[in-house]
């Protein structure tokens, strides 16, 4: 290491530091922010995955890199990168850039802080707080609890093994020894992340009793009343339904007022998956979506999704006052979590997770609340269904485009029908020559970078494409484009 001092380093030098961000921001602002977000440049720039490792030049090696290499590294990770704030990218549940939340991410990473204590996070474990009460009284709860977690995923799996904990607590110290065969119950169209949990909490893929969906993806209640019973008859215990708000294909919201009245009767404890629709709690026109979610134990909300906080923003809120996530989830480990603290140590957060280190998600959401106000994120999601109607409307006006079914939320599923099948609906193979448009179709925009939507068979439909729209940027325009490209793409096939 005697040639140590040789190598590029900007410790103990400022004037360098503030040189290196400046010129850093500068191409995050130009090349992400400006080009990455508008219409006029692509939405990504395809290489195969040999070509891309070969213009990345990813190896580490053992000398350091000059400034001017290190700022060309920034510019090529950019535009190889797909451009998630485009307005012509549909392809996920998360699309757009807010201005505010991006300067909450900024000073986030900035600060570096993990946020299991008040001690190292002060601002941030009050700020968390806040944001989850606002959360909570949307949900229609005047108390409660709540933590942020990594993902809708994470947040779903805690609410499983906080139901199970509040039923069979001494599981937590004696394990699965403890306990008798468990049932859950979640939708056909539930998110594949019940499946996962159930097995990362060890109760197995086979404690998830599927419950039937009817043809416009939301779940029958009266399945899940036989199905409760069908399990007891079987030796198993319920002990949890795993309702969903906004389906990650087809958009459905449960009928959660019928859910909850069977959750009732058979004291199961009742968690909504809104992900993907807790945000239209914020308009008027539209809340009535989620009707009788108030009565929900546990509801998982992602505002990095329809509100466009940014990567990531999941929040799992509990009607709970008792401290089930510390009680559940905490070890009171001795060098983060004294008791005999100079203030209040209730505050700590850090035990009610299963993490240790956890980011701060808060800020960026609460400075975009701040700037936009609950009138401002209203007009978002109002915004939002009228682009995906006005969308649905232009569907119906062309020729070679069919609606999967009439949407209730933001996902507009349908079909493109090339001109050498239109008309040909009757023909024995109609639906396995359809079902391959899709993927030449998706293939040819992203190759192009022109645009990118998701397409995904559906029980015994074939692929069709799902347009998310979701981004707050967009308008009609962005509309038109992708039914005229789509047009364009396909009009040889």
Same mark, same amino acid.
């Given at each position: 290491?005697?040639?140590?001092?040789?190598?590029?380093?900007?410790?103990?030098d400022?004037?360098?530091? *503030?040189?290196?961000?400046?010129?850093?921001?500068?191409?995050?602002?130009?090349?992400a922010?400006q080009?990455?977000?508008?219409?006029?440049q692509?939405?990504?720039e395809?290489?195969?995955?040999? *070509?891309?490792?070969?213009l990345l030049?990813?190896e580490?090696?053992c000398q350091?890199?000059?400034? *001017?290499?290190?700022?060309?590294?920034?510019?090529t990770v950019i535009?190889?990168s797909?451009k998630?704030?485009h307005?012509?990218?549909?392809?996920?549940?998360?699309? @757009?850039l807010?201005? /505010?939340?991006l300067?909450?991410?900024i000073?986030?990473?900035?600060?570096?802080?993990?946020?299991?204590t008040?001690?190292?996070?002060?601002?941030?474990?009050?700020?968390?707080e806040?944001?989850?009460?606002?959360?909570?009284?949307?949900?229609?709860?005047?108390?409660g609890?709540g933590?942020?977690?990594?993902?809708g995923s994470?947040?779903?799996?805690y609410?499983v093994?906080?139901?199970?904990?509040q039923?069979?607590?001494?599981c937590?110290?004696?394990?699965l020894?403890?306990?008798?065969p468990l049932?859950?119950?979640?939708?056909?169209?539930?998110?594949?992340s019940?499946?996962? @949990?159930?097995?990362?909490?060890g109760?197995?893929?086979?404690?998830?009793?599927?419950?039937?969906?009817?043809?416009r993806?939301?779940?029958?209640?009266?399945?899940?009343?036989r199905?409760?019973?069908?399990?007891?008859a079987?030796?198993?215990v319920?002990?949890l339904?795993?309702?969903?708000?906004?389906?990650?294909?087809?958009?459905a919201f449960?009928p959660l007022e019928?859910?909850?009245d069977v959750c009732?009767?058979?004291g199961?404890?009742l /968690?909504?998956?809104a992900?993907w629709?807790?945000?239209?709690l914020?308009?008027?026109? /539209?809340?009535?979506?989620?009707d009788g979610?108030q009565r929900?134990?546990?509801?998982a909300?992602?505002?990095h999704?329809?509100l466009?906080?940014?990567?990531q923003c999941?929040?799992?809120l509990? !009607?709970?006052?008792?401290?089930l996530?510390?009680?559940?989830?905490?070890?009171?480990?001795?060098?983060?979590?004294? !008791?005999?603290k100079?203030?209040d140590?209730a505050?700590d957060?850090?035990?009610?997770?299963? !993490?240790?280190?956890?980011?701060?998600?808060?800020l960026?959401?609460?400075?975009?609340?701040?700037?936009q106000g609950?009138?401002?994120?209203?007009?978002?999601?109002?915004?939002?269904?009228?682009l995906?109607?006005y969308l649905v409307?232009?569907?119906?006006?062309?020729?070679g485009?069919e609606?999967?079914?009439?949407?209730?939320?933001?996902n507009?599923?349908?079909?493109f029908?090339?001109?050498s099948?239109r008309?040909?609906?009757?023909?024995?193979?109609?639906?396995e020559?359809?079902s391959?448009?899709?993927?030449?179709?998706?293939?040819?925009?992203?190759?192009?970078?022109?645009?990118?939507?998701?397409?995904?068979? /559906?029980?015994?439909?074939?692929?069709?494409?799902?347009?998310v729209?979701?981004?707050p940027?967009?308008?009609?325009?962005?509309?038109?484009?992708?039914?005229?490209e789509?047009?364009?793409? @396909?009009?040889?096939?």
């Amino acid at each position: 290491m005697a040639h140590s001092e040789a190598l590029p380093s900007l410790a103990g030098d400022p004037v360098a530091v *503030e040189a290196l961000l400046r010129a850093v921001f500068g191409v995050v602002v130009d090349e992400a922010i400006q080009k990455g977000t508008s219409a006029s440049q692509k939405v990504c720039e395809w290489k195969e995955p040999e *070509e891309l490792k070969q213009l990345l030049d990813l190896e580490l090696r053992c000398q350091g890199e000059s400034q *001017e290499q290190i700022l060309e590294r920034c510019r090529t990770v950019i535009r190889y990168s797909v451009k998630t704030g485009h307005p012509r990218f549909f392809n996920q549940l998360f699309s @757009g850039l807010d201005p /505010h939340a991006l300067a909450g991410r900024i000073i986030t990473e900035s600060l570096n802080t993990s946020q299991y204590t008040y001690e190292i996070a002060p601002v941030f474990v009050l700020m968390e707080e806040e944001v989850l009460r606002k959360l909570r009284a949307l949900v229609g709860w005047s108390s409660g609890d709540g933590i942020f977690c990594p993902g809708g995923s994470i947040s779903n799996m805690y609410a499983v093994n906080l139901a199970r904990y509040q039923r069979y607590p001494d599981c937590k110290q004696r394990g699965l020894r403890t306990l008798p065969p468990l049932a859950l119950f979640t939708s056909k169209e539930c998110h594949y992340s019940i499946q996962k @949990g159930a097995a990362f909490l060890g109760l197995g893929t086979d404690s998830v009793r599927v419950v039937k969906a009817d043809e416009r993806g939301k779940m029958v209640p009266e399945d899940l009343e036989r199905q409760i019973g069908m399990a007891e008859a079987e030796g198993a215990v319920p002990f949890l339904v795993s309702a969903t708000s906004g389906t990650t294909v087809l958009g459905a919201f449960d009928p959660l007022e019928a859910i909850a009245d069977v959750c009732q009767r058979h004291g199961l404890w009742l /968690h909504v998956d809104a992900a993907w629709g807790g945000s239209v709690l914020l308009s008027q026109t /539209h809340r009535h979506l989620l009707d009788g979610i108030q009565r929900a134990d546990s509801v998982a909300w992602n505002p990095h999704k329809l509100l466009a906080a940014g990567l990531q923003c999941s929040a799992l809120l509990l !009607q709970d006052t008792s401290n089930l996530l510390k009680r559940c989830h905490g070890s009171q480990a001795s060098y983060l979590f004294q !008791q005999d603290k100079f203030y209040d140590v209730a505050l700590d957060t850090g035990d009610k997770v299963v !993490q240790c280190g956890r980011r701060v998600d808060c800020l960026k959401l609460w400075l975009m609340w701040k700037a936009q106000g609950d009138q401002g994120l209203e007009r978002r999601i109002d915004q939002a269904f009228a682009l995906a109607r006005y969308l649905v409307e232009e569907i119906k006006k062309r020729e070679g485009l069919e609606l999967v079914m009439e949407p209730e939320f933001v996902n507009v599923c349908f079909w493109f029908v090339p001109p050498s099948l239109r008309g040909k609906q009757d023909s024995p193979d109609y639906h396995e020559r359809l079902s391959k448009v899709a993927p030449v179709l998706k293939e040819r925009m992203v190759k192009e970078g022109s645009m990118m939507i998701g397409y995904q068979p /559906h029980g015994t439909r074939g692929n069709f494409f799902r347009v998310v729209v979701a981004n707050p940027a967009l308008t009609c325009a962005d509309m038109d484009f992708l039914l005229n490209e789509l047009e364009r793409l @396909g009009q040889d096939l």
